[in-house]
Structures are given as structure tokens and as C-alpha cells.
């Protein structure tokens, strides 16, 4: 039996090519300009020395490796469709358990080892920075599988990634992506410059309520009969006299109102899909966001993720042509 297994591993070796020949080769392949980023003699040749290190023919490496920007330059990364394939050649299965545009596991199992279960999750994703890119946000099935494959091989059979990360690893730095902003809080007392109720005052100040003084709770109305907590240390005729000097010099406001803490604003979400339902464009853009999986039929707007909200805003008037020129199934443009 192992004789017939090691027959069977050396009929998929790969015939050995000269280096001389490999780089006339990468020559030509450079000049047909045809493989984008595959742009230079010297990038080709590397992928090629690459491939045939992994008993592989020098021309398929155009095809098992993407080549991505970095910080030191271009970097080659294995892609896990060729992982997969060079797995399954080393006796390998994968056995998927669960997929779905939410969760992605399957069970890796190969001869003389024991069964690896290995998944990978949307909010995995999500905090990678990865969930933002246009690939995840149409395909968010298959990019978890890919997930699983790169990332679980890389523990269960390192030899099939070739010790080499996967191109969803590392998040390119140029990419042409928007990545969702941490949203900022900004809190009340900054926000409407008061002190927040219940905050003790400081003890070498006496602290004078002003008519009308906004606090989180709302309007605190005048209460000349409840002075303010002073120090021990200061004597009660003082605080009062404080409190009548400050009422003649700084008299409440009679004609505007005060705002309160509670009042809420449209979010710029919400103003974007008002202008598109205002230009009577509502069940053109649910089309859209219903054709992407992005929105249930008869659902709010808002229940769009606030990564993918993002993402449309940075790209709102490409999104208004998208919706505009939205046909539905059935009828002709």
C-alpha cells in the first residue's frame, strides 16, 4: 500500500525547468502585459522558482499566487484556492460542517492525524477590518470559506500554504476600499457645555444654579427656597447673597427656549435616503439593497449595517446612478 501511494506522489511532480529557460520565459510573459500586476521579468521569475518549490509547473504560478502591495514593496501570498488543491494532492479532505453569510466551519482530515474543526465568523471579519472590502460585502459566504481554508491549513497542514499568508491576511494598503470609522460618543456635558447632574462641585468654589440650566435629565426650573451645597467653611448669609447678586446680574433668557439633551437629529444615513425616496426612488434603492442581501423585503432602512451604511455614503453618487438605472427582474429597460 505505501508503495502504490509514493508511485502516486511522484506522478504529480512537476518536470524540473532550467532557470535560464524560467526567466526567458518570464520575459515573454512580462511583455504580453496581459497578468496586471505580474507587470515586471524579475516579479514573474520569483513566483515561478516559488511554484516549482512546491512541485509545481513554473507556468501556474501566475495563478497560485497574488501579488500584493506592502509597505517594503510587493509581496507574493498564496492564494487558498491553491492551498486547498495542493491539500487535497497531499491525501487531504475537507469536510464542510456549516456555511452561511454568517459562520463558516469545516472539518479538515488527512491519514496519521486527528480531524481539525476550524470556522470563521462574520464578526471575525468585521473586527479584522475586513468586511468593508466589495468582495465581502457581494460574496460573504465564500470569503468565510476562504477564510477557513488559509487560516486552518496554516495549523492543521502548514506544508500545503507553503509558510506563506493568504491574500485576505493582510488588508492591502492602497486598496480602493472604505473602511467603516469608529464612531465617536461625545458626551453630554462636552457636548452643551454644562456639568453633569449628581457631579459634586469643587470645594473651593460655591456653585450658583442658573434659571433655566440645562442637565441630562433636562430643564432644571428656579428653586429659590434650595440653596446650593456649600463648604462647610462658607457661611449661609454669603451663599445667599451670591445667589440674589447672580439673579439680578444674569436674568434667564424670556424668548428662546432652551434645548434639551433629548433632542435627536436625522443621521446621515437617514437624510441620504430621504433625498432618494423624496426624488421617488424608495422601491428602486429596496431593489438594490434587497439584490445585494443587504436589506430583508418590507424592512426599515436602517436595518442595514452601519459598516455597509458607511459604505455607501463614501460612494453616494456612484450609489445613485446604481439605483437609478435599477431595472426589475422581468422589465425591459
Not at 449661609?236 to 433632542?263: F, H, L, Y
Amino acid at each position: 500500500m505505501s508503495g502504490e501511494i509514493e508511485v502516486r506522489r511522484d506522478a504529480q511532480i512537476a518536470p524540473r525547468i532550467g532557470f535560464d529557460e524560467m526567466k526567458n520565459m518570464a520575459e515573454v510573459m512580462a511583455k504580453s502585459k496581459i497578468l496586471g500586476n505580474w507587470d515586471t521579468p524579475d516579479k514573474i521569475l520569483t513566483v515561478m522558482l516559488i511554484s516549482q518549490a512546491e512541485d509545481c509547473n513554473p507556468m501556474q504560478a501566475i495563478f497560485r499566487y497574488d501579488p500584493i502591495p506592502g509597505k517594503t514593496g510587493v509581496m507574493a501570498r498564496k492564494k487558498p484556492i491553491a492551498m486547498l488543491a495542493d491539500f487535497q494532492k497531499r491525501g487531504g479532505k475537507l469536510k464542510w460542517i456549516t456555511t452561511t453569510p454568517q459562520e463558516a466551519k469545516g472539518e479538515f482530515t488527512m491519514q496519521g492525524h486527528e480531524p481539525f474543526v476550524f470556522g470563521y465568523t462574520w464578526q471575525e471579519a468585521v473586527r479584522a477590518g475586513l468586511a468593508n472590502k466589495d468582495n465581502w460585502a457581494k460574496n460573504p459566504s465564500d470569503m468565510l470559506r476562504w477564510q477557513v481554508v488559509g487560516r486552518g491549513l496554516r495549523v492543521f497542514d502548514p506544508a500545503s500554504t507553503g509558510l506563506m499568508y493568504t491574500p485576505y491576511d493582510i488588508p492591502e494598503e492602497n486598496e480602493d476600499t472604505v473602511s467603516a470609522p469608529a464612531p465617536t460618543v461625545t458626551p453630554p456635558q462636552e457636548l452643551f457645555g454644562v456639568r453633569k447632574a449628581g457631579r459634586p462641585p469643587k470645594k473651593d468654589k460655591v456653585e450658583i444654579p442658573v434659571v433655566g440650566e440645562v442637565v441630562d435629565d433636562g430643564v432644571v426650573p428656579p428653586s429659590p427656597s434650595t440653596p446650593p451645597t456649600a463648604s462647610p467653611a462658607t457661611p449661609t448669609t454669603k451663599v445667599e447673597e451670591a445667589i440674589k447678586d447672580a439673579t439680578i446680574s444674569n436674568p434667564a433668557p424670556k424668548t428662546e427656549p432652551v434645548k434639551t439633551a433629548s433632542v435627536k437629529e436625522l443621521t446621515d444615513w437617514q437624510k441620504y435616503i430621504k433625498t432618494l425616496v423624496d426624488a421617488k426612488l424608495e422601491d428602486k434603492v429596496r431593489g438594490v439593497l434587497c439584490g445585494l442581501k443587504w436589506l430583508t423585503p418590507g424592512a426599515s432602512f436602517d436595518t442595514v449595517t452601519v459598516a455597509r451604511q458607511e459604505n455607501i455614503l463614501k460612494q453616494a453618487d456612484k450609489f445613485r446612478k446604481k439605483v437609478e438605472n435599477y431595472q426589475p427582474f422581468g422589465v425591459e429597460a
